[in-house]
């Protein structure tokens, strides 16, 4: 029993947990989210000890690319095989070299060692100020980094209608390749979870829009090609923020 708090000033929000259950002094526990440190919202993360105690903890912003950051979100984190943190985050920034200059959301992702020092970082955004967002991470046995969420390229920078959006990363956190997905209702679609299949295969979960939102659920394989999907609609609102995928191959959807 116990836990732990985490106050980085006005107020914070946690998004994500992971647990690294091989590291030597382990379990250790990081939480990623974000935080009120400073004048700004930064995109925080914080390392507990198995006693709760926090040992490590890192802040950060985008600032990449020519454009100005002045919030930020860490939504997901995942541990690769040498231990090291994925996060990926939501950044908010000003793209002053869009004509005309423009608001807009980039996919920030960023690799920490166990100590939270920056091992590496890649921002991925539209120039124009539109909206890109990565709400869910993992890595693939081969070292690959695979971040879902949404796209959205209305100049307005309103945030629909949007398509679902995957990034294929190679472990220095270059991109490799990305896809996006069009539902047949033309409206909001986004990823909001995914994991690796039986076989390498990403399984990407969340929802799509037509009259009203349907859960979705789709099949990559390791290129990023559309291996398969289906919608699932009990005749209200749905949508998927969780899939898990067994032993068997069996995936489950929340």
Do not use: C
Not at 153 to 172: E, H, I, Q, V
Not at 211 to 235: H, I, P
Request: proline share 4%; net charge negative; aromatic share 8%.
């Amino acid at each position: 029993a116990g836990g732990a708090t985490f106050d980085g000033g006005f107020a914070d929000d946690g998004n994500g947990v992971v647990v690294d259950t091989a590291a030597v002094g382990g379990p250790f526990v990081y939480s990623v989210g974000w935080s009120s440190h400073g004048s700004t919202l930064d995109a925080f993360v914080v390392k507990y000890n198995p006693s709760g105690i926090k040992v490590a903890s890192a802040t950060f912003l985008s600032n990449a690319g020519g454009h100005m950051s002045f919030s930020a979100g860490a939504q997901d984190a995942a541990l690769d095989a040498s231990g090291n943190l994925i996060v990926t985050s939501i950044v908010n920034d000003l793209h002053p070299s869009a004509t005309p200059p423009g608001f807009g959301r980039d996919v920030r992702v960023v690799k920490f060692s166990p100590s939270l020092a920056v091992i590496s970082s890649v921002t991925v955004g539209h120039p124009t100020g539109e909206h890109l967002e990565g709400w869910a991470v993992t890595v693939h046995p081969s070292g690959d980094v695979y971040v879902a969420g949404k796209s959205s390229a209305n100049p307005s920078g309103t945030p629909d209608p949007a398509d679902a959006l995957l990034l294929k990363f190679n472990s220095g956190l270059v991109l490799q390749s990305s896809v996006t997905f069009n539902g047949s209702g033309n409206g909001h679609d986004s990823w909001y979870e995914l994991a690796v299949g039986q076989g390498g295969d990403i399984i990407v979960a969340g929802e799509t829009h037509g009259t009203d939102a349907d859960v979705l659920v789709a099949k990559y394989n390791t290129s990023l090609a559309l291996l398969s999907s289906a919608t699932f609609n009990s005749g209200s609102t749905e949508t998927a923020k969780g899939v898990e995928v067994d032993a068997s191959g069996n995936i489950y959807i929340v």
